[in-house]
């Protein structure tokens, strides 16, 4: 009887081990597809001109969010916080210059997570923002080192970004490497997509996509970041030649909000250090609608390389096992409210695409809407929860994966951003170095902050507004809330507030904050409870 003791103790760790790992091919992989800049300019979210039938396609299958939320509308923050988990004010990640590494040295981050529960997790293009790719810990399979095609394609452009990098450098010396020297805002050689970094990238996922799949020992966290529509818009020549400019309409709100804060919009310093773009003043319109028609184009060009990627899930015989989720980092201004670029509170910044497919999604749920108040945040925690494994409780977002059952269920009441002092922060959220004004920003600079002080009057303080004034905005079904604070004194009244109905005002065009007084208190009173007194 002893004897056999250790042979069927053998056997038994053997069938656990077998089942283990049985369970681990059971569980679905996850394809994560991330768009740098893009705002919901798709078929699927109504667009009249955007060419998007791989995205559409995707989205017919699975599930929409119509109202979708970035926690920052700019790339570092925005990022720290979906793959973290953290929020902004958690993270202390404000600006793109912050590496949520360093600031949340013990986080675990959402690929980290899967990692650590025998998923193999790789990446492939813009995956985490810039200088925070953290390979050793959040991926199990190190990026091939191949070199991606960035920048112009095209030698004349090439040169034209050098040029006049040096020619900055030589006028304003050490403010020049932030941004302020570069090429044309937009290029379309006659390449084939893999000549410009998406669709080079887009072939060295698939091709580890295929290496995932011949090992098929673990489940995939497979990650593929799109770095367009971001500046510069670089794309194949056929898909600027989808769209004819005719076809092209400019936004009519070319101005602010009527009594919106003076600190709220940027003066489009991100597009201004293009070369070619006018230093002050309007972009005129036929420029603008070349700005519109190359943003549209990359959009195209993405939404190809998505059809791309989706197809090579299906002919590797995997689509069947495999959560799709799309999403964006944050919006984008195309003229709105007269400025060009992201980082601002408003709708248009804020809101991005977000969309979800799963294998076993019920049948009455796919090519459906919802209009669930979800976060960028929020998907942390939900494919945690799809796969699942632990949620874990750091995180500080909710599983939108009851959605999934019921698109239509009774869900969060407000989503939460924020945005430090847009007007005078450099593009990357930065706060203004003091040699900014001194180049050839310094004529915008002083127009913004004339504004402010001639609203803000008695409370204008250029400490504060240029670093420690926070604007925390909330969207409701109904309302969204713009709420300016100093940051460093929390318990202080707000310096400004705005407010905006979405029933009869989507575009965000008046601040009826002073005529509502008792909507504001009331709003308030739910602000005041955080993102963790709006949950289900």
């Given at each position: 009887?002893n004897?056999?003791?250790?042979?069927?103790?053998?056997?038994?760790?053997?069938?656990?081990?077998?089942?283990?790992?049985?369970?681990q091919?059971t569980k679905p992989?996850?394809?994560?597809?991330?768009?740098?800049?893009?705002?919901?300019?798709?078929?699927?979210?109504?667009?009249?001109?955007?060419?998007?039938?791989?995205?559409?396609?995707?989205?017919?299958?699975?599930?929409l969010?119509?109202?979708?939320?970035?926690?920052q509308?700019?790339?570092?923050?925005?990022?720290?916080?979906?793959?973290t988990?953290?929020?902004?004010?958690?993270?202390?990640?404000?600006?793109?210059?912050?590496?949520?590494?360093?600031?949340?040295?013990?986080?675990?981050?959402?690929?980290?997570?899967?990692?650590n529960?025998?998923?193999?997790?790789?990446?492939?293009?813009?995956?985490?923002?810039?200088?925070?790719?953290?390979?050793?810990?959040?991926?199990?399979?190190?990026?091939?080192?191949?070199?991606?095609?960035?920048?112009?394609?095209?030698?004349?452009?090439?040169?034209?970004?050098?040029?006049?990098?040096?020619?900055?450098?030589?006028?304003?010396?050490?403010?020049?490497?932030?941004?302020?020297?570069?090429?044309p805002?937009?290029?379309?050689?006659?390449?084939?997509?893999?000549?410009?970094?998406?669709?080079?990238?887009?072939?060295?996922?698939?091709e580890?996509?295929?290496?995932?799949?011949?090992?098929?020992?673990?489940?995939f966290?497979?990650?593929?970041?799109?770095?367009?529509?971001?500046?510069?818009?670089?794309?194949?020549?056929?898909?600027?030649?989808?769209?004819?400019?005719?076809?092209?309409?400019?936004?009519?709100?070319?101005?602010?909000?009527?009594?919106?804060?003076?600190?709220?919009?940027?003066?489009?310093?991100?597009?201004?250090?293009?070369?070619?773009?006018?230093?002050?003043?309007?972009?005129?319109?036929?420029?603008?609608?070349?700005?519109?028609?190359a943003?549209?184009?990359?959009?195209?060009?993405?939404d190809?390389?998505?059809?791309?990627?989706?197809?090579?899930?299906?002919?590797?015989?995997?689509?069947?096992?495999?959560?799709?989720?799309?999403w964006?980092?944050?919006?984008?201004?195309?003229?709105?409210?007269?400025?060009?670029?992201?980082a601002?509170?408003?709708?248009?910044?804020?809101?991005?695409?977000?969309?979800i497919?799963?294998?076993?999604?019920?049948r009455?749920?796919?090519?459906?809407?919802?209009?669930?108040?979800?976060?960028?945040?929020?998907?942390?925690?939900?494919?945690a929860?799809?796969?699942?494994?632990?949620?874990?409780?750091?995180?500080?977002?909710?599983?939108?994966?009851?959605?999934?059952?019921?698109?239509?269920?009774?869900?969060?009441?407000?989503?939460?951003?924020q945005?430090?002092?847009?007007?005078?922060?450099?593009?990357?959220?930065?706060?203004?170095r003091?040699?900014?004004?001194?180049?050839?920003?310094?004529?915008?600079?002083?127009?913004?902050?004339?504004?402010?002080?001639?609203?803000?009057?008695?409370?204008?303080?250029?400490?504060?507004?240029?670093?420690?004034?926070m604007?925390?905005?909330?969207?409701?079904?109904?309302?969204?809330?713009?709420?300016?604070?100093?940051?460093?004194?929390?318990?202080?009244?707000?310096?400004?507030?705005e407010?905006y109905?979405?029933?009869?005002?989507?575009?965000?065009?008046?601040?009826?904050?002073?005529?509502?007084?008792?909507?504001?208190?009331?709003?308030?009173?739910?602000?005041?409870?955080?993102?963790?007194?709006?949950?289900?």
């Open positions: 009887m004897l056999k003791l250790p042979l069927i103790v053998g056997v038994a760790f053997f069938a656990f081990g077998a089942s283990m790992k049985a369970q091919k992989n996850i394809l994560f597809i991330g768009v740098d800049d893009l705002r919901p300019e798709l078929g699927c979210y109504g667009s009249e001109v955007a060419i998007s039938p791989n995205i559409d396609k995707l989205a017919s299958q699975g599930l969010f119509n109202k979708a939320y970035c926690q509308a700019i790339c570092g923050p925005s990022r720290a916080s979906l793959l988990g953290y929020r902004p004010e958690t993270s202390g990640v404000y600006h793109n210059y912050i590496k949520f590494r360093e600031a949340n040295p013990e986080v675990v981050t959402l690929p980290e997570h899967f990692k529960n025998g998923y193999e997790t790789v990446y492939y293009g813009k995956i985490f923002h810039h200088g925070d790719l953290d390979d050793k810990l959040s991926w199990s399979i190190p990026p091939g080192k191949d070199k991606a095609p960035f920048g112009y394609a095209l030698a004349e452009n090439k040169q034209l970004a050098k040029e006049n990098m040096k020619a900055m450098t030589a006028k304003y010396g050490e403010q020049a490497k932030y941004g302020l020297g570069s090429g805002a937009y290029e379309f050689a006659d390449v084939p997509d893999n000549g410009y970094v998406d669709g080079f990238n887009t072939d060295l996922a698939i580890e996509l295929q290496r995932l799949v011949a090992h098929k020992d673990k489940p966290f497979l990650a593929l970041g799109f770095h367009k529509p971001h500046l510069n818009w670089t794309a194949p020549k056929k898909y600027w030649d989808l769209y004819d400019g005719k076809d092209i309409k400019l936004t009519k709100q070319t101005e602010g909000p009527v009594d919106g804060a003076a600190m709220g919009l940027h003066a489009s310093f991100e597009l201004r250090t293009r070369y070619g773009i006018p230093k002050e003043g309007d972009i005129e319109p036929e420029m603008a609608v070349n700005l519109k028609r943003y549209l184009a990359c959009v195209s060009y993405v190809a390389q998505v059809g791309r990627m989706i197809a090579a899930l299906e002919q590797a015989g995997v689509r069947d096992n495999t959560i799709i989720i799309l964006s980092d944050h919006g984008w201004h195309l003229g709105d409210m007269g400025i060009w670029g992201k601002t509170n408003y709708e248009i910044a804020t809101r991005v695409p977000m969309m497919w799963t294998p076993d999604m019920p009455g749920s796919r090519g459906k809407t919802s209009e669930a108040l979800v976060e960028v945040i929020d998907m942390y925690p939900t494919l929860d799809l796969v699942g494994i632990p949620i874990p409780e750091h995180v500080e977002g909710q599983s939108f994966a009851p959605l999934l059952k019921n698109p239509n269920k009774k869900w969060k009441t407000a989503a939460f951003s945005f430090p002092d847009p007007a005078l922060r450099e593009w990357g959220a930065y706060p203004l003091d040699g900014m004004r001194e180049t050839f920003f310094e004529p915008l600079i002083e127009k913004v902050e004339q504004k402010i002080i001639n609203q803000q009057k008695e409370k204008w303080n250029r400490d504060l507004f240029e670093n420690d004034l604007g925390y905005t909330m969207r409701t079904q109904e309302y969204r809330l713009i709420v300016w604070k100093d940051k460093k004194h929390p318990e202080k009244k707000p310096l400004y507030i407010l109905n979405h029933q009869n005002d989507p575009q965000e065009t008046i601040n009826i904050a002073n005529s509502n007084p008792k909507i504001v208190a009331k709003l308030l009173k739910q602000f005041d409870k955080g993102w963790q007194g709006n949950k289900k």
